[in-house]
């Protein structure tokens, strides 16, 4: 299982991005998929998940493309805080998806999101 999470940058204040998280060796009918954000100084923070329960309901819409296996995370309206490497992860456990870092198996290598003027 790899995971390849891409689309940061540096984008200022309001601003918004798209990251993509693209799933091999899995495919996303099955399996949960979680983002989480590591922001300097802070411990790692789980922003959204998706599963074939659905997607949680957070600051962040998050989505799948099953057949391009897939999945989005729409980071709207930025601020400073929202600094930071995000990452994906995955996990095959039933039932809906949470954002605890515990219950995923595979992770993504992040990909650096900056927010400054």
């Known amino acids: 299982v790899q995971l390849q999470a891409s689309g940061g940058g540096l984008v200022p204040p309001g601003g918004s991005l798209r990251l993509s998280c693209a799933a091999s060796?899995?495919?996303?009918?099955?399996?949960?998929i979680g983002w989480f954000r590591q922001a300097p100084g802070k411990e790692r923070e789980g922003l959204s998940c998706i599963s074939n329960a659905g997607a949680l309901d957070a600051r962040f819409p998050i989505s799948r493309d099953i057949a391009k296996n897939v999945v989005y995370l729409v980071l709207n309206n930025l601020r400073d805080d929202d600094t930071g490497v995000y990452y994906c992860?995955?996990?095959?456990?039933?039932?809906?998806?949470?954002?605890?870092?515990?219950?995923?198996?595979?992770w993504g290598q992040g990909t650096q999101v900056t927010v400054s003027s």
């Open positions: 060796g899995l495919s996303l009918d099955g399996w949960h």
């Open positions: 992860a995955a996990t095959r456990l039933m039932g809906p998806c949470r954002t605890v870092g515990a219950d995923y198996d595979y």
